[in-house]
């Protein structure tokens, strides 16, 4: 089947069966390697996506399902994904790096959902993402640090 | 360095395996002895195999190690960039192929900061000499004269300055100085050693942008997934392969045999596709009769038994002791007797193993995540019949090693099916696959009996301790454990013991046995470390001075090492960190603290972790790390490393375990092989000693003390004592 993807703002054409999952329609039909795979399982968040606002683990989520919808990947721009970047930059946050699309994916999600989370938010925000390296503590702080420059650039 | 040499463009490109324009100063390794080796590629200065400087002053560093998330590619270049005076801001990092010119690439063991620090800064320190001697000729002035400063040569007394790009042509005429005349920093004058520079891949990272193994892209590739053996070394009986061709997108599905080397492939059925999911879908879909082979019996429960039962007996006798420990424990005042258990691990990084290969008009090149680009060469010219002149291995950035990714089975794998299909190949591994045909964390029993006097001094200690051996892998029907697997804390501990006997035990490898992060390390450090803290509660003393008394006065244990066990530096390091944790002080409720001091990879690191356990679970709350690992060069990074060590090693003590049964490994995915998350992670706070010894391993020491200081702390909490791990198996998770 063809499906016409959103992704980022633009469109994809791909040829894919309907229950192919959207990782990999991402991946290896659209060309976008910033989203991974970890466990195809929706057990690590390394795939975590946003479809209309929305955090979805792409590796469980049909291709099918994602036609007219806006799927925003680690390749997209937003104005708290900036913030938090910058937050990530200066912590230095990752080690290998490869967990860090989908852990910032998920804290995009919790930074657009809740003005000022709690370390209690984080936690249930992100323990969907799964970090090897054990970058944990400096994504705790670096969100921290993110919700401040958010809310005072407001 | 004792040769020099010029490599034509064409050679430079091939070493290199890409394009490049601009000063390449180079540094043949060749065995152990580094050579010079000087690159014209006509536009760049590039003295030796690491530094290629354009005109544009853009500066290219090379490293020669595998960057997996222990930052050594930001840490080797800093130290190449911090004695050429060059400025961080026109610096890029990439990987070197695999290839004999760039010396041992083999990242593993925590050393490649320790063994090719020196060298890097010369390669910086010869290329910043050149471009004083270029700017001296071009102002006609003494060498003396000239400084270099952030990417400048100055003329002292002029004040004038040129650009380092400007430079490029006259430095490419200079002749290479030599080794003795190579004049390296002094620790004070660092710009970037020792301070905290960010990861040059950061923008990569929070991008999306940063290509690993997994992204690694070709015109008209094709896809692989590959179906092995639910028992490690058994065959294909038959399969059939019609409903896997019915999978759209599925190309093809052929056999593979085993190639049988330490690396060389498992063997089994493969599935090639136009896309990674086809081939998952059709890997699925096959059936197939496998023949279990040898090892199809393997029952890990069993196992257990079996080599707990063998610890409890005489082993064969290994070196490293002393006294008489009969004596010792007909003496004793008080005898403390106990037997610890650690599964098997595996290595679980967040990139599974994979690689593209492209096999072509005799040649071959491969993109790949891999810790040791020359085995992989080694690996893929010796399936292919062909000189390692003609493998090209492209290293990728690696989601995660842990040690994975030195064994470059995956590899040959991708080689394999290029050369069938005749088209570039990426072998991807599920999940599943890589947590079931690993190399794994071997599994152990240790018995350890201690004396102690009426002061409560340790008299004796008898350690037995039985492992299938990382050296099965390599020789078969090897049952009894390595001299370096015993040199990972068994028969080297610090300890100030006046008779001490150890043993090994029989045990017998039914899985692929490799290493993971901090190998032996981990196994030894948990029973050593919590039979030291029964030890302490038996002789009714504080942890804390029980572990400074056992290690004793302050000396320098003599041996072969280069870099012999200083007691004060370990004795240091766990001051600090019962320091920061305020050891002593009156804790909530259902809480309790434990520590850990262990010395491997010739650093330095305690562990104090306090604990709550209430209605049977376990939290980890804090956990205080000091390392000393020498002169550091990235400071930012070492604590990164720690923390991501305090990660690690939770992960192991509370959910990591691997069993087998009917050969086959048991876990498939991060459902039943858990990890830490966010909401277990505990506050980690880390100090790093300044130091000017010898910079030695950051990656891999941070592991060893965790499991034990949280098990001692635990102990302290619940005067339950855990001599088996994983913590989920006993009912605290
Ligand atoms: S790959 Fe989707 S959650 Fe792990
Ligand atoms: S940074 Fe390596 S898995 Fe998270």
């Given at each position: 089947m063809k499906y016409t993807l959103s992704i980022n703002g633009k469109n994809h054409t791909v040829d894919a069966p309907?229950?192919?999952p959207l990782l990999w329609a991402i991946?290896?039909?659209?060309?976008?390697?910033?989203t991974k795979y970890g466990c195809?399982?929706?057990?690590?968040?390394?795939?975590s996506v946003l479809i209309d606002g929305r955090l979805v683990k792409s590796c469980s989520?049909?291709?099918?399902?994602?036609?007219n919808k806006e799927i925003f990947t680690i390749e997209g721009s937003s104005e708290t994904l900036e913030f938090l970047r910058q937050t990530w930059n200066d912590g230095n946050v990752?080690?290998?790096?490869?967990?860090q699309s989908g852990q910032l994916i998920a804290a995009t999600k919790l930074l657009d959902a809740v003005e000022k989370p709690t370390d209690k938010d984080i936690d249930d925000a992100m323990s969907g993402n799964i970090c090897r390296c054990g970058t944990y503590t400096r994504i705790r702080k670096a969100i921290h640090k993110a919700v401040a420059l958010k809310n005072n650039a407001i | 360095m004792s040769s020099k040499n010029t490599v034509s463009r064409r050679n430079f490109v091939k070493i290199f395996g890409l394009a490049s324009s601009g000063l390449i100063l180079g540094c043949n390794f060749s065995g152990k002895t580094p050579k010079i080796v000087r690159i014209d590629d006509g536009i760049s200065f590039a003295p030796n195999l690491f530094v290629q400087l354009k005109k544009d002053g853009k500066l290219i560093l090379i490293s020669s190690r595998s960057e997996m998330g222990q930052g050594v590619k930001t840490s080797l270049a800093s130290a190449i960039a911090d004695e050429m005076e060059?400025?961080?801001?026109?610096v890029s990092v990439q990987h070197a192929t695999g290839n004999a010119a760039f010396g041992n690439?083999?990242?593993?063991?925590?050393r490649s900061v320790r063994t090719i620090l020196t060298p890097m800064r010369k390669m910086g320190a010869m290329a910043k000499m050149m471009l004083i001697s270029a700017a001296a000729k071009k102002w006609n002035?003494?060498?003396?004269e000239c400084v270099a400063e952030n990417h400048y040569i100055i003329n002292?007394?002029?004040?004038e300055k040129i650009f380092f790009g400007d430079l490029v042509e006259e430095a490419k005429k200079v002749s290479i100085p030599s080794d003795k005349n190579i004049q390296l920093k002094d620790?004070?004058?660092?710009?970037?050693?020792g301070k905290n520079l960010k990861s040059v891949d950061l923008h990569d990272f929070t991008h999306g942008t940063a290509i690993y193994g997994i992204d690694a892209r070709l015109p008209n590739m094709k896809f692989a997934a590959i179906a092995r053996c639910p028992s490690p070394f058994g065959t294909v009986t038959s399969f059939d392969k019609t409903e896997a061709l019915k999978i759209t997108g599925v190309i093809d599905v052929v056999a593979l045999d085993r190639?049988?080397?330490?690396?060389?492939m498992l063997g089994g059925v493969a599935v090639i596709a136009t896309n990674t999911w086809a081939a998952f879908q059709g890997k699925n879909n096959l059936e197939i009769t496998w023949?279990?082979?040898?090892?199809?019996?393997?029952d890990s429960k069993k196992y257990k038994q079996l080599i707990t039962d063998r610890v409890h007996k005489k082993g064969k006798i290994v070196p490293g002791g002393k006294g008489n420990i009969n004596k010792a424990f007909k003496n004793a005042d008080k005898t403390v007797e106990a037997t610890y258990y650690v599964p098997h691990l595996v290595h679980a990084p967040m990139e599974v193993p994979n690689a593209l290969a492209w096999v072509h008009d005799g040649k071959c090149e491969v993109w790949t995540s891999t810790q040791t680009p020359q085995r992989a060469r080694e690996e893929a010219a010796n399936y292919l019949g062909?000189?390692?002149?003609n493998v090209t291995i492209n290293v990728t950035l690696l989601g995660?090693?842990?040690?994975?990714?030195?064994?470059p089975d995956y590899v040959v794998e991708a080689v394999a099916l290029s050369k069938k299909m005749n088209a570039p190949v990426q072998v991807v591994w599920s999940r599943e696959d890589e947590m079931q045909h690993a190399y794994y964390h071997t599994v152990s029993a240790q018995y350890i009996k201690g004396s102690l006097d009426d002061k409560g001094k340790v008299t004796g200690w008898l350690h037995r301790t039985a492992f299938p051996s990382i050296t099965s892998t390599f020789?078969?029907?090897?049952d009894y454990g390595a001299g370096f697997e015993f040199a990972q804390g068994f028969n080297n501990h610090p300890f100030q013991i006046p008779n001490i006997h150890l043993e090994n035990a029989k045990a017998e490898a039914y899985v692929r046995i490799g290493w993971l992060r901090s190998v032996a390390h981990i196994y030894h450090s948990f029973g050593i470390n919590s039979f030291v803290d029964e030890l302490a509660a038996k002789a009714n003393k504080d942890p804390l001075l029980f572990n400074l008394e056992l290690i004793g006065n302050n000396r320098i244990r003599q041996g072969r090492s280069k870099y012999p066990l200083n007691t004060k530096r370990l004795k240091n390091v766990l001051n600090i960190a019962v320091k920061m944790a305020d050891w002593g002080k009156k804790l909530p409720d259902g809480h309790g603290i434990g520590l850990t001091v262990h010395y491997s990879f010739y650093s330095y690191v305690a562990s104090v972790v306090e604990v709550s356990v209430i209605n049977d679970k376990v939290k980890v709350h804090n956990i205080y790390t000091a390392i000393d690992?020498?002169?550091?060069?990235n400071k930012d990074n070492v604590i990164n490393q720690m923390e991501g060590a305090a990660l690690f090693g939770m992960s192991l003590t509370f959910y990591g375990e691997i069993t087998a049964k009917n050969g086959a490994i048991v876990q498939s995915n991060f459902h039943d092989y858990q990890m830490t998350r966010m909401k277990d992670a505990p506050t980690i706070e880390v100090t790093v000693v300044d130091s000017d010894e010898p910079a030695t391993g950051v990656?891999?020491?941070?592991?060893?003390?965790i499991a034990p200081a949280i098990c001692n702390a635990i102990f302290n909490a619940t005067g339950k004592r855990i001599r088996?791990?994983?913590?989920k198996n006993i009912g605290l998770v």
């Open positions: 309907e229950e192919m991946r290896d039909l659209a060309g976008l390697t910033g195809g399982i929706a057990q690590c968040g390394a795939c989520f049909s291709v099918s399902d994602a036609i990752p080690q290998c790096g490869y967990c | 060059a400025d961080w801001n026109f690439q083999n990242t593993d063991g925590s002035v003494a060498e003396k002292t007394k002029t004040k620790k004070k004058d660092f710009k970037y050693i190639v049988k080397r330490a690396f060389g023949n279990l082979g040898d090892n199809g019996n393997y062909i000189d390692k002149e995660g090693g842990f040690g994975r990714k030195a064994k020789k078969p029907l090897s690992c020498g002169l550091v060069l990656g891999e020491p941070g592991v060893p003390p088996e791990l994983p913590l």
